[in-house]
Structure formats: C-alpha cells, structure tokens
T-cell receptor
Framework: QKEVEQDPGPLSVPEGAIVSLNCTYSNSAFQYFMWYRQYSRKGPELLMYTYSSGNKEDGRFTAQVDKSSKYISLFIRDSQPSDSATYLCAMSGTSGTYKYIFGTGTRLKVLA | SQTIHQWPATLVQPVGSPLSLECTVEGTSNPNLYWYRQAAGRGLQLLFYSVGIGQISSEVPQNLSASRPQDRQFILSSKKLLLSDSGFYLC?????????FGPGTRLTVL
C-alpha cells in the first residue's frame, strides 16, 4: 500500500463547477498537509498549506483535513479554465522533518 | 521574498555523457534543499536532500550524485547518463513545514 493515494484522473468539469480533489494516506504521523498546482512543463506551485485537522480557505480554494479518516481534500469553487492543471497533495510528519510524501497528482481540465 | 533558480531549463544529452544541473536559492539562509525527479505520468521521486553545506543524503541508489558547495547552491551530477535518467528534475527548498519548487530542468537522454 502506498503511503499516499491520489486518483490520477483526468477529471473534466464545466467552467463554474465546484471541484473536489482528494488524497488518502496511511501514516497517522503526518501533521502537515499541502496542495500544489502544476501546469504542464512547470514546477509545482504551493497553493494551500494546513496543519493537523480542520479547514483553511483562500479565495476560491478550500483545503480540508480529516485526520481520523486519513483523508484530505481540496475544493475549488467557481472553477476557471485557468485552473486546468495537475494537482499534487503532499504531507509530512513533525515540524523540522526533511522528507515530504507526494501523491501522484490528479489532472484537472476545466472546460470553457 | 525567496526565489529559486534552476538551469538549464532544457537539456538533451547522449547516453554516457556527464551531467551537471544547478540550483540556487535567494532570500533565505541555511535552507533544506532537495532534488526530485518526475517521470511522465508518475509522482515526485526524492533523489537527494541536504540540511547544510556538504551534508547530502541519498534516497535512491543510482548513478546520480549531489553536492552543496555553498549554503544556497545545490548541484546534481552524473558521470555517465543512462536512458532511464530522462525526466523532469526539480529542485526545492524547504522551511520546517513546507517546500517550494524551482521551475525544473527537462532532461532527455538519447
């Protein structure tokens, strides 16, 4: 079993839709959770960062962490064609750790 | 603000040739530095990380090596490239809680 599982997609949605992207993980020691957006042939860009359980909102993006279920989500409201990219989840253990575990990414396409 | 640079952006090399990829970070001191490889349709594979000058940890045994000659400089090298070394190489720097990536180098080994 992989430490982090992420549906590869592709996920196609119409413009304006609410998008839900998800990751599951197996290591209960993970405390820090991140979402990255990666456009084709570019480096990943940090979108959201959360610590432990709960929700965090930033504009159209909401990150949710459910540690009891070992499940994290990224919601995108009012999706735009410019949101079309691959979304990577990542997580790490205690503060100061050197190692981050990444999902394989979900490819999202928002249709105009 | 912090900035991370990588070069070259694109590289095409023959099998058996040497490799040197460079990464530099601006705007931070004593960062943790990382090299990842991303193959098409696959996730990020951690190759090396460094917590300080001259301190390199390898995650995957292979024909690649890394060096950190200065606080904010990280170099990925190979003496002889293999076909399987083709991929997208990403440098990242980390705080205690997250990581920031550079623009990447696309390497094609022919």
């Amino acid at each position: 079993q992989k430490e982090v599982e992420q549906d590869p997609g592709p996920l196609s949605v119409p413009e304006g839709a609410i998008v839900s992207l998800n990751c599951t993980y197996s290591n209960s020691a993970f405390q820090y959770f991140m979402w990255y957006r990666q456009y084709s042939r570019k480096g990943p860009e940090l979108l959201m960062y959360t610590y432990s359980s709960g929700n965090k909102e930033d504009g159209r993006f909401t990150a949710q962490v459910d540690k009891s279920s070992k499940y994290i989500s990224l919601f995108i409201r009012d999706s735009q064609p410019s949101d079309s990219a691959t979304y990577l989840c990542a997580m790490s253990g205690t503060s100061g750790t050197y190692k981050y575990i990444f999902g394989t990414g979900t490819r999202l396409k928002v249709l105009a | 603000s912090q900035t991370i640079h990588q070069w070259p952006a694109t590289l095409v090399q023959p099998v058996g040739s040497p490799l040197s990829l460079e990464c530099t970070v601006e705007g931070t001191s004593n960062p943790n530095l990382y090299w990842y490889r991303q193959a098409a349709g696959r996730g990020l594979q951690l190759l090396f990380y460094s917590v300080g000058i001259g301190q390199i940890s390898s995650e995957v045994p292979q024909n690649l090596s890394a060096s950190r000659p200065q606080d904010r400089q990280f170099i990925l090298s190979s003496k002889k490239l293999l076909l399987s070394d083709s991929g997208f190489y990403l440098c990242a720097w980390g705080t205690s809680d997250t990581q920031y990536f550079g623009p990447g180098t696309r390497l094609t080994v022919l």
